[in-house]
């Protein structure tokens, strides 16, 4: 049966397939939906530290690889695995003087946030649908809303996976098949370090974060947005235009170079 808005309620069991699950976020949210009863299938560069998640299948690849989001849908597929939950979370940052930056590092993050969780939602949005039913968390930033001078391929990679979840959940609504986007703020993992920044402080923890991206998944929510400041950011975005918000976050990133 469905929801009214749509949506069929999954029962607190499945599979779910999440990448950049090595650290971080990555492996809080394998974690969480470990507690839930999921069968998680965990995709990451590491193999050593996936295979610590006690994953029922791990994913060693590296998703910067040119067309390695088919390779890891056609792996998965491959291994007879259905998958109930897409969590595309493995992204890259990168900071630092636009013109300075190095080309292979632009061209790695755009194939990790944008074409890879394009790839893996091309795959498997069709088989949630044959199934009638399935759930997609695709992990933006609170950088999605606004232009973000000294990290702008990083906060127009995000925007990009915003816009495109907030489309496809339109395409999908009313088939049983959801989609969300998780808008996290700074979390306490190695991401600053190595986007080439310091670290912002106040952050939230992998696990704060990780739990209230399950929760708002399971509820259907279309946006996910962790913490009172990070939904203040979002409502001073929507309300500032977006050249006085490029100048905010301008002197913002520039204190943490």
């Keep these: 049966m469905k929801k009214a808005n749509g949506y069929s309620p999954l029962a607190e ?3 779910v397939l999440i990448t950049g699950a090595s650290a971080g976020l990555g492996k ?3 974690q969480e939906f470990q ?3 999921y069968r998680v299938l965990a995709a990451g560069r590491s ?3 996936l295979e610590k998640l006690s994953a029922v299948r791990c994913y060693p690849l ?3 690889a040119p067309r390695a989001g088919e390779e890891l849908a056609r792996q998965v597929l ?3 695995y259905g998958v109930d939950v897409l969590v595309c979370n493995a992204g890259l940052g990168l900071s630092g003087a636009f013109g300075e930056q190095s080309p292979d590092a ?10 890879a969780l394009t790839a893996l939602n091309r795959a498997f949005l069709p088989l949630m649908l044959a199934q009638d039913g399935g759930r997609v968390l695709n992990v933006a930033s609170t950088g999605a809303w606004q232009p973000g001078p000294y990290m702008a391929a990083y906060y127009a990679s995000k925007a990009y996976v915003l816009s495109l979840t907030r489309a496809l959940r339109e395409e999908y609504k009313g088939t049983g098949v959801s989609l969300s986007a998780l808008c996290p703020g700074s979390i306490a993992t190695e991401f600053s370090r190595r986007s080439g920044r310091a670290d912002p402080g106040r952050a939230m923890t992998p696990e704060q974060v990780a739990k209230i991206a399950v929760d708002g998944l399971l509820k259907g929510k279309g946006v996910i947005t962790p913490g009172l400041e990070n939904k203040a950011l979002h409502a001073a975005s929507k309300a500032l ?3 006085l918000m490029a100048k905010f976050v301008a002197g913002y990133q520039k204190r943490l170079l």
Aim: aromatic letters at 0%; zero cysteines.
């Design 13 to 15: 069991q499945g599979t």
């Design 28 to 30: 809080a949210l394998a």
């Design 35 to 37: 507690r839930r009863g």
């Design 47 to 49: 193999r050593e530290a």
């Design 62 to 64: 590296d998703l910067s």
């Design 78 to 80: 491959s291994d007879g």
């Design 106 to 115: 632009l061209d790695a993050l755009i194939q990790v946030n944008i074409a």
């Design 241 to 243: 235009p977006a050249p």
